[in-house]
Structure formats: structure tokens, C-alpha cells
């Protein structure tokens, strides 16, 4: 009885290995999966061929390729800022708000006192 457990175990780590290293394959090729996200005949054959290694990576072979097959799409530049003087706010603005200096109260007092 042992014999044949250790028998369906070492059947099984071989077709893990077997069924992964195809799908690392599959998962290399973008004309591949480009392929397969249009073929549904090849796709569930391959599902079926591959349902161990799917089963034990817990991987949904149709959302995969979807998902590594979709271009990414950038996300929108942020808005443009307005400028208070009208227009758009851009990095010369930036430089010259930050060189203004902020109201400071103790340059007033120091002017007043010499007068």
C-alpha cells in the first residue's frame, strides 16, 4: 500500500513540473497568449491539459491572459494649476512664489522705529 502512495506522489510532482514549466513557457510568450485570448478551442484544451499545475498555483488561465495580455493604460496627467494672473500655472510661477519672500512682521516694526 505504501509503495503506491509514494508512486502517486512522485507521478504527480512529475506532472506538476511537467505542466509548470509549459505554462512558465505559455506565460513568456505574449504572440502566445495574444493567440490564446482569441482561440477558446485551444484555450480550454490547454486548461484541461493544465488543470493540475492550475489547481496547485490557484490560477484562473482565462483572467491570466487577460490580464497579462491588456495594454496598460498610463493615468491621466494631473489638471493644470491656474495661475492667480490668469493662464495656467506653470514652473516659473513655481520658482517665483517660492523667491517671494513671506510678510514679515518685524521688517514693518524695524521701519517704523527709525522714522
Known sequence: MEWGLDRE???LRFRLRLEGSRLDEIFADKLWMK???HNY???QSL???LRHILTFRDIDLEQEIIDRTTPKIPP???PKKISPA???WDEEDDE???ETPAHDDSCASSTSSSI
Open 96 to 98: 517665483k512664489h517660492r
Open 9 to 11: 506522489e512522485s507521478i
Open 41 to 43: 478551442d485551444g484555450l
Open 35 to 37: 493567440d490564446l485570448r
Open 47 to 49: 486548461k484541461s491539459a
Open 76 to 78: 491621466p496627467p494631473p
Open 86 to 88: 490668469g493662464g495656467t
